[in-house]
């Protein structure tokens, strides 16, 4: 009796140990983002202290194009989502329902390349990016970060669907139906799980990435996350406050979207693991 | 039923090949093609203004040859060996720990997936402000409780420490997610079945969890391997490799040659040898456990 | 608090309209022009935004909108070689750093001596000579300087007082020893410095006479001035006078350092006085004096403070360069590089130093104007002057971090940047 207390003592004390670990520094950039200027940096740490929104005032009236940021990132993330959304299910239904060698070698080939960094196809990509003339467009993004995940959504989408029954196809396509109104039809719906994993790893990875928007975007398509490290960098000195308000209004949509979405987000990583 | 499936083969991929192009066509356009010339360009030497020459392998032995890049590949090892095992071992037992049963379950996994939806710039931003050397609030309470603090802009090991510990909080809760989903997975009655035969918690944990997580601690592993493999971001935000270039990861290394000494011929060639030494690495590490899970499964 | 919610919803607009934009494959613009223009952010701020617009009445008389993409110093530079070497640019004018145009790079930008003496700049003569020679590569004028940073030591007169000390330092073996007064008071570090930049080193290797590079490409010239140098600052940093974050130190941090009072002494351009003294972010408003860099009482050689110029270049491959040249003109005006003298930028003007309006409101342009005239680059410029500057950075940091000794790290730095300078 005594062990099993020592027990859930123990283990009380690891889950809150884990628990500080994820959240503290979150909750701590939060906190000090209602704090005054002088309070951020105020030694000892100050814990209880006067909640003042002038950071936030700051950051609407000295950096309009923080919000512009953000609508880029909106667009941004909408399309590659769509983009990759699409791309993977489709894919991903001719390699659960189709058998051949070659497609067979191109899964292979399809996880192969995914080890490329994607730094290295950077220093290529610029010059054709400019030829196309897409350079700081929101088009660029959307491909770049689209096809970075077509891999791991076509794997995904593949484990989705072979969840569901062959023989349902195989009625509908009986009945006469195409191709398209099968995956329209049957496969779409009974695979939406899986659809929304796909669109949650899209939705947070294009929210935040940074090393292509910095490459690829100058002024129309700047993201978010470009303009919170044009805070860090800032020629007038780092203002700690503006740039944890900024964090702030960037962090908390996607935190909450991951929070809410996270028997999907579960399911992606567990199809992905048992299968990919 | 079978002819239908042998129609469908029948029918050959012609039919399919509009639902597979997206997917190929983006792999191929943005991924393959470039990668094909930055071959080309490996073998050559290459900057503003210079059109190209051919140098053969000269780039190559040039990068291998140079002692910035072998303390960049160590640095790279070392994170990878040390921060992704340690993150392993850590999303395991908060794995098991979930799987205990706690109050709460689903709160909780809430709090551990948090730091996934943190962009690495805000996530280094925090980690710098919370480890600031003098009014960090973290190196304040370190000092008061009379303990070392992290002295990461001035010693190389701090440095390094800092880094590792910054990935180990932005990735653990892919890593966890992966091994507890997995461990989710196991048939209860296996357990119940080495309860009966007496077994304790150790053996069972030995002969059962280990074995049949086996193939999900690859795919995590694998994955993490990647990932840590190309660590730029962490590294350039934190540190820009500092101090005196300690810290440095061959993705700096790679981004210092072609972004601030503009030698893409050199950069291109570091390209390459991460790619492969990154498939070595990995491929290596895998047929290894496999072999050993394999065993241990029988 | 209205205005401000206005002006998010600017932001909003400006995000959309930069959609429609997009939607509809082309520039909507009011003006029938743009002139899209690649710079740092300082480059724009000084010359006034809004009201205080000091190209309105250009952009009214030429029908033009400009539009300013702006990046930090080194992305800069890289952006704007990568832009030129495209087959075409949308940008039609850069701003480039006087240590990057080597024989290749400037290749890659219009001459601009054909244009000025069709359509001359007023009083060209007026612009510091050393300045334009620093833009003329293989006999071609590249760019028209605009900005100068001339390197100033910055002082905290609260601080030095409370530790009793009345004037600020002559030499560097005084500024020493006062950074070492304010580190034993306890209340604050006797000076900041960034680690990532080669102008502190070659600043405290310039006190005694030496240099990294000189202007004849000569590497070291004088080995055992940069070893006093190094020595200086292992000292420092093993004194506390240099934080123990020395190493992860950035520009930045600098400037934070010294508005709260953190640091008593760094170095930083004359221009960031303003930005120091500022009341609503300095904790030390009006307290934050600069000076000369000075030398060593023992150095013969007058102190050459480090001086960084700016220049505005066209690249070859530039759409539009008749409204470049127009508005390159238009900068360089007399009036221009007053107003943006008073916006706090460093003046490429000889004359504008003298203006009354500048002295009365900035006390130190004529301080300013004196480290101006000794002062030159920190290294010129060659193909590899990037990675040269990292060995160097990297063997200083060593030598100040106590893990070699400075004789050491001047040898290594001998040996690793010998190979890399042209022949």
């Known amino acids: ?276 | 039923m079978a002819e239908l499936g042998d129609t469908m083969k029948a029918r050959t991929l012609w039919g399919v090949i509009p639902l597979l192009a997206p997917v190929q066509l983006l792999l191929l356009s943005v991924i393959i093609i470039p990668s094909i010339y930055v071959i080309w360009l490996s073998f050559h030497v290459s900057s503003f203004g210079q059109s190209a020459t051919f140098v053969g392998w000269d780039n190559y032995i040039r990068v291998i040859t140079d002692p910035a890049f072998h303390s960049a590949l160590i640095n790279t090892v070392i994170i990878v060996v040390v921060a992704v095992h340690l993150e392993l071992l850590v999303a395991l037992g908060v794995a098991l720990l979930f799987n205990s049963g706690l109050k709460f379950r689903r709160l909780l996994l809430v709090a551990v997936l948090a730091p996934y939806a943190v962009s690495e710039v805000i996530a280094v931003a925090m980690w710098r402000f919370l480890f600031d050397m003098d009014v960090g609030p973290v190196t304040q309470a370190l000092q008061a409780l009379g303990l070392p603090i992290l002295e990461w802009g001035y010693d190389p090991m701090h440095a390094m420490i800092m880094i590792a510990l910054l990935t180990i909080w932005m990735h653990l809760p892919f890593t966890f997610i992966i091994l507890y989903a997995a461990r989710l997975a196991l048939p209860s009655d296996l357990y119940e079945a080495a309860r009966i035969d007496g077994a304790t918690a150790w053996q069972s944990f030995r002969r059962i969890t280990i074995p049949l997580m086996g193939p999900a601690i690859l795919v995590a592993l694998l994955f993490r391997y990647i990932f840590a493999f190309r660590l730029f971001s962490e590294v350039w935000l934190m540190t820009q490799g500092g101090p005196a270039r300690s810290t440095e990861v061959v993705a700096v290394y790679l981004y210092q040659e072609a972004f601030s000494y503009n030698a893409f011929g050199t950069a291109a060639a570091t390209a390459w040898i991460m790619v492969i030494v990154s498939l070595l690495l990995a491929s290596g590490y895998i047929y290894l456990l496999r072999r050993q899970v394999n065993a241990n499964a029988k | 608090m209205t205005s401000q919610l206005k002006l998010t919803r600017r932001g909003f607009l400006a995000g959309t309209a930069a959609v429609g934009a997009l939607s509809l494959a082309g520039p909507s613009f009011a003006a029938s022009k743009t002139l899209n223009i690649l710079s740092h952010r300082v480059h724009q701020t000084s010359l006034g935004e809004g009201d205080a617009d000091a190209m309105k009445d250009w952009k009214a008389a030429n029908d033009a909108e400009l539009n300013w993409t702006t990046f930090d110093s080194n992305p800069l530079m890289d952006r704007l070689f990568r832009e030129a070497s495209l087959s075409s640019t949308d940008f039609s004018v850069g701003y480039m750093v006087d240590n990057r145009p080597t024989s290749e790079i400037a290749k890659l930008f219009e001459p601009l001596g054909p244009w000025l003496e069709k359509d001359g700049i007023e009083e060209f003569d007026d612009i510091a000579p050393g300045l334009v020679q620093g833009m003329t590569v293989d006999g071609n004028l590249i760019g028209i300087p605009v900005r100068t940073a001339t390197q100033a030591l910055f002082y905290n007169e609260a601080r030095l007082e409370e530790v009793g000390i009345s004037a600020p330092p002559t030499t560097i073996e005084e500024l020493v020893e006062q950074a070492r007064k304010v580190t034993e008071s306890g209340k604050a570090t006797g000076m900041i410095l960034a680690s990532d930049l080669a102008v502190f080193p070659v600043m405290f290797a310039r006190a005694y006479g030496g240099d990294f590079i000189n202007k004849d490409f000569e590497l070291l010239p004088n080995k055992e001035a940069m070893e006093k140098g190094l020595t200086t600052l292992a000292d420092m940093f093993k004194d506390g006078s240099l934080p123990k974050s020395y190493a992860t130190t950035k520009n930045d941090d600098q400037v934070t350092w010294m508005q709260q009072g953190r640091a008593a002494f760094t170095v930083l351009p004359f221009a960031r006085a303003a930005q120091l003294n500022n009341a609503e972010q300095s904790k030390y408003p009006g307290k934050i004096k600069a000076i000369g860099f000075p030398g060593s009482k023992d150095s013969t050689v007058p102190m050459a403070s480090v001086v960084e110029a700016w220049a505005m270049v066209i690249p070859a491959n530039a759409k539009d360069k008749e409204l470049a040249w127009s508005f390159i003109k238009e900068v360089s005006s007399k009036k221009n590089t007053l107003v943006m003298a008073l916006n706090g930028n460093g003046p490429a003007r000889v004359s504008t130093f003298g203006e009354a309006e500048l002295t009365a409101k900035n006390p130190l342009a004529a301080v300013e104007a004196e480290v101006l005239a000794q002062a030159r680059g920190a290294f010129p410029p060659f193909p590899e002057a990037a990675r040269a500057q990292a060995l160097f950075l990297e063997e200083v940091q060593l030598a100040v971090l106590g893990r070699k000794t400075p004789a050491e790290a001047v040898a290594a730095i001998e040996s690793r940047v010998a190979p890399l300078l042209p022949s």
């Open chain 1, 1 to 276: 009796m005594r062990n099993k207390r020592l027990l859930n003592l123990l283990k009380t004390i690891a889950v809150l140990a884990i628990v500080v670990w994820s959240l503290f520094p979150i909750f701590f950039i939060v906190v000090s983002s209602f704090k005054a200027g002088h309070d951020i940096f105020a030694v000892p740490t100050k814990w209880f202290f006067e909640p003042t929104v002038q950071h936030y005032q700051k950051l609407v009236s000295a950096w309009p194009v923080f919000f512009s940021s953000l609508w880029n990132s909106t667009v941004i993330t909408a399309g590659a989502t769509a983009l990759a959304v699409i791309a993977s299910t489709t894919a991903g239904y001719v390699y659960s329902r189709y058998n051949s060698r070659l497609l067979n070698a191109s899964i292979v080939y399809l996880i192969g390349v995914r080890l490329i960094p994607p730094i290295v196809v950077t220093l290529p990509l610029f010059p054709i990016v400019n030829w196309l003339g897409i350079n700081d467009t929101h088009f660029v993004l959307i491909v770049l970060y689209a096809t970075f995940f077509v891999s791991l959504g076509t794997v995904l989408m593949r484990t989705f669907i072979d969840q569901i029954p062959r023989e349902l196809d195989e009625a509908a396509a009986i009945d006469g139906a195409s191709r398209m109104t099968i995956l329209r039809k049957v496969i779409v719906p009974l695979a939406t799980p899986g659809i929304i994993a796909v669109a949650v790893f899209v939705i947070v990875f294009a929210w935040n990435e940074f090393l292509f928007a910095f490459i690829f975007t100058s002024t129309n398509a700047k993201t978010a996350p470009l303009v919170v490290s044009e805070m860090i960098g800032s020629i007038d000195g780092v203002d700690w406050g503006v740039l944890f308000a900024a964090s702030t209004v960037q962090l908390l949509p996607v935190l909450l979207f991951v929070v809410f979405m996270n028997r999907y987000l579960v399911a992606g990583l567990t199809a992905g693991a048992t299968k990919g």
